[in-house]
């Protein structure tokens, strides 16, 4: 298939299949790599002609499986879509292409003295219309939300070719429905995201961070309510309970900080300017939780270094993946007061289970974001009565089986567990106005 | 029509047409006044078989006509569905029934040392359901964001008289479409919201306020960038052109503040812990503006009767439109960057075409949003003048003609100034999908 004014570069299919923790993508039967929102929808409307299906790709960073293709899909590739067209250095907004890869958003935004909040692992590689079709969470969402908090507006090519412009620049807009909030978080199933306006913040001067060792999940609770209303431009509250701490002390060939012996360690970090009552009040903050006993000890770093040596635990976890694989993760998100009571009961369920095996229990706590993973689990069957344990008991409590990851192909068996029958039908049936032929990212999420 | 196990009270239908600054409902054939979710579907359902369209209303104080019936409607008020059913003190979250006031919802919070931000001149007749219907903004969109942020989930009774339950409570939740957004913003065309599980936040320990006298809106916007990184929990930046204060002081018989010489004033105000450092940035701050020269003048309340003082200016809003009546009134939004132009055009236009009548500007333009007013103007014929020069521009400046207050059906007419004819069309075929008998507040928006 061949469309007018657009590359067909099918060198390297077997590059475009992918691979999701053990799920590979199928072999494309063509690949495009358009370099413009009119190529989109050109190679859209020839596929909708010749009943083509399509799977939109990005950096190829996603833990769902979203971006996998079946074999004989048309892959649209954005990586070509990598321009920045426009910045407001007065409202503090950017537009970029979809295809621009995080990283490099944030280097652009940096060297202007903006600042663009979202910050994940796969920064690097990925890009920002993924960002925005899986709506990425990361270690800042506390402060600044998650991607659909950082959209102002965006352009999207729908399934049978039409370009929907919605550009707007406002945080306020009240007119009719936001349709943005149709793509932001779909995976592609319902459009394909082609530009984006991106809110910008003014660049925090500094960050100042903290671990702090607390007695019981009680008392975290505690800490973040106290946290969130005393710590200005608190901005990560991180959650590591032990055996995550000391397997993440023993992967880095570190000592495990503050002994290691408390049974919950919390990473606090606040962003702010340099004014220098900033940081009184941060370590204010923290004496006085040290002296009402709400924490049990507490490590304040005083450079940038000793900051970073800190999340050098949070940020072991890629290490942990290696060393715990074949593993099983999740991303939950779970009610904040039955989150004691979650983690004790997956942890009993799962050692019972499989009392060889590490199960680890971590997070972005100040916004429900439970993740746990647990490992190695050889075969398929453990595989799934792990998944089994895990969104049995997010079904029992109320809970989210995705707060950041997204369903993709990975997720879907379980999606029932925490979406309604009447909300799934209405899924199927926005699916069915927006993309009656299925052509786009089929057999994702429903 | 009966319903079983409802209450129809045609007592007073009358009071039910409502009155919106010159638009009066026609008169209801019925009024239901439902005191459950399963009352509201029953009710649907009848409305359903019979072919008879509904008009659903809260608190009757939206701005845009959205909740004036037709003529022999069946108008279901939400009024008697206004009970608080669980109030989460650990995560920090309340749900509510649709018809709960606001105020009464900010008295129940604060009773328990947590705070829900969003104010609204119209907060003791308001209700949460039209709150989130119309995605209410207000004076503190700046730090916690509109309505829209503040919604975790809902429960909706959809037009076929379906419930569908999506009581979600955690902040992170990436399973497929978030289907809330369909029924925040819509103003009652998707659904009826009967239920809501809102975030709260940490109750701020003291307000700190300011009025600024600034002499350009480039520097307005420079203070706005520098306030947004220095000064912690900045809430409110409201922006009052030198027309507005000067008319706002007679309107209070009191001196105009700082002179009135200066072509543009800002009320900032910060939340935050009473640490004493608070206080002593908050004027530092202040201070450099000052020295900087970004700043002309400033007051810095001292106590808490000073700051309600500077808010009297911003309050007298009411007052003000009592004066310019018949007004015409505008929440558009704007870029930041074209905000001096924008007006600077605007107010010579419409001085050019009424001499005699008053245009005021002011507007939380933290986040975009310009309120005028201007006044008075007797002929429809130049209220729709108004209009045109106001909203021409809007479209000229690719901003929004609705920041908060909705489209309803006062400003159906320029709906497409801000939204292209695929998004409208998107709209239908959404509402088609949604609604297709058109059975819920037909001719509202679209």
């Known amino acids: 298939m061949d469309?007018?004014?657009?590359?067909?570069?099918?060198?390297?299919?077997?590059?475009?299949?992918?691979?999701?923790s053990g799920l590979k993508?199928?072999?494309?039967?063509?690949?495009?790599?358009?370099?413009?929102?009119?190529?989109?929808?050109?190679?859209?409307?020839?596929?909708?002609?010749?009943?083509?299906?399509?799977?939109v790709q990005g950096g190829l960073t996603g833990l769902a499986g979203g971006a996998a293709p079946d074999a004989g899909d048309v892959v649209i590739s954005l990586e070509r879509l990598n321009q920045v067209e426009d910045f407001d250095d007065i409202g503090g907004t950017i537009t970029v292409q979809a295809g621009v890869p995080l990283a490099k958003l944030a280097e652009i935004v940096e060297a202007r003295d903006w600042y663009f909040p979202l910050d994940i692992g796969a920064r690097g590689s990925c890009q920002i219309g993924g960002n925005v079709s899986t709506n990425?969470?990361?270690?800042?969402?506390?402060?600044?939300?998650?991607?659909?908090?950082?959209?102002?507006?965006?352009?999207?090519?729908?399934?049978d070719g039409t370009v929907m412009p919605m550009l707007n620049r406002v945080v306020k807009n009240n007119t009719g429905p936001d349709l943005k909030h149709l793509f932001i978080g779909t995976e592609g199933t319902f459009g394909i995201v082609t530009r984006v306006v991106l809110r910008l913040f003014p660049r925090p001067a500094v960050r100042r961070s903290a671990l702090c060792a607390v007695a019981s999940f009680a008392q975290v609770a505690q800490l973040l309510k106290q946290a969130r209303g005393r710590l200005p431009g608190l901005s990560s509250?991180?959650?590591?309970?032990?055996?995550y701490l000391v397997a993440a002390a023993r992967a880095l060939g570190r000592a495990v900080p503050l002994g290691g012996g408390h049974p919950i360690y919390v990473l606090v970090e606040a962003e702010g300017s340099t004014a220098p009552q900033m940081q009184e009040i941060f370590e204010g903050f923290l004496g006085e939780m040290l002296e009402e006993g709400v924490v049990a000890d507490v490590i304040v770093a005083q450079t940038q270094e000793q900051a970073q040596s800190l999340w050098d635990f949070r940020d072991a976890i890629g290490e942990?993946?290696?060393?715990?694989?074949?593993?099983?993760?999740?991303?939950?998100?779970?009610?904040?007061?039955?989150?004691?009571?979650?983690?004790?009961?997956?942890?009993?369920?799962l050692q019972a289970a499989f009392p060889q095996a590490s199960h680890l229990f971590f997070g972005h706590l100040g916004d429900g974001n439970l993740h746990i993973v647990s490992g190695p689990h050889a075969s398929e069957a453990d595989q799934l009565a792990v998944d089994e344990i895990v969104y049995g008991l997010v079904a029992e409590v109320g809970g989210s089986i995705s707060a950041e990851h997204g369903i993709g192909r990975i997720?879907?068996?379980?999606?029932?567990?925490?979406?309604?029958?009447?909300?799934?039908?209405?899924?199927?049936a926005l699916k069915r106005t927006l993309d009656a032929g299925d052509a786009l990212n089929a057999g994702r999420i429903l």
Request: hydrophobic share 45%; aromatic share 8%.
């Open 136 to 159: 990425a969470g990361g270690n800042r969402v506390l402060r600044y939300g998650p991607m659909r908090d950082l959209v102002l507006g965006m352009e999207v090519v729908l399934a």
């Open 320 to 349: 942990l993946l290696k060393q715990l694989s074949p593993f099983v993760s999740f991303d939950v998100g779970i009610p904040l007061r039955v989150t004691a009571d979650y983690v004790e009961t997956a942890r009993a369920r």
């Open 237 to 243: 509250f991180e959650v590591m309970w032990q055996e």
């Open 25 to 55: 993508g199928g072999l494309p039967a063509v690949v495009y790599r358009p370099a413009s929102t009119a190529e989109v929808a050109a190679i859209v409307r020839s596929c909708r002609a010749q009943g083509a299906r399509i799977t």
């Open 411 to 428: 997720k879907k068996p379980f999606l029932h567990l925490s979406r309604s029958e009447t909300e799934l039908e209405v899924m199927r």
């Open 3 to 20: 469309i007018p004014g657009t590359l067909r570069e099918p060198a390297d299919l077997e590059k475009y299949r992918g691979d999701w």
